[in-house]
């Protein structure tokens, strides 16, 4: 999802959009897509999660997850934490929640969504934490098979969510 009305205005709670096709990773242009994104002010959290779920449902023979990253709860009088429940209850599509310097009476909110939706749920308060959580919600995605032929004798996934989160948070 990315925003692209700026504040609180009425049409920010409909605002979102696909940056990218859902279809096999192209590193480069993915990169090039979520160095643009910025924080605009308003968090249709919601809306957000129900127009990521209608461009995962076609994709039903795949794992289909969605990471949520936020900076506050949801801002348009909506309840994020009952789509979650809906979305993964009707399409199985999990929801990992990276909760970036969110006010400390936010965090259940945003808790609820992951665990509505049987996905995790990381905060961070620093670049380098967000950097760490990012990557652990991506790597917690991957099949198990995959995790395991990893360990047993390949190199580590690149990321390069360390160096997108110092870009965000700076």
């Given at each position: 999802?990315?925003?692209?009305?700026?504040?609180?205005?009425?049409?920010?709670?409909?605002?979102?959009?696909?940056?990218?096709?859902?279809?096999p990773i192209e590193t480069d242009l993915l990169w090039q897509n979520?160095?643009?994104?910025?924080?605009?002010?308003s968090s249709p959290l919601t809306f957000a999660l129900q127009e990521a779920a209608k461009d995962l449902k076609p994709h039903v023979s795949e794992d289909r997850v969605i990471l949520l990253l936020t900076d506050g709860k949801e801002s348009c009088n909506l309840d994020p934490?009952?789509?979650?429940?809906?979305?993964?209850?009707?399409?199985?599509?999990?929801?990992?929640v990276v909760a970036f310097d969110v006010a400390q009476n936010d965090e259940p909110a945003l808790q609820c969504i992951a665990q509505q939706s049987r996905g995790a749920f990381l905060l961070?308060?620093?670049?380098?934490?967000?950097?760490?959580?990012?990557?652990?919600?991506?790597?917690?995605?991957i099949p198990y098979n995959l995790r395991l032929k990893v360990l047993v004798g390949g190199s580590p996934l690149p990321s390069r969510m360390g160096r997108l989160a110092t870009k965000w948070v700076e």
């Open positions: 999802f990315g925003a692209t009305t700026a504040g609180d205005t009425p049409e920010a709670c409909s605002d979102s959009q696909l940056l990218l096709p859902i279809a979520l160095e643009k994104l910025g924080a605009q002010g934490c009952q789509a979650a429940k809906e979305i993964y209850s009707k399409d199985q599509i999990v929801i990992h961070a308060r620093t670049r380098e934490e967000l950097g760490s959580a990012l990557d652990e919600a991506i790597r917690s995605t």
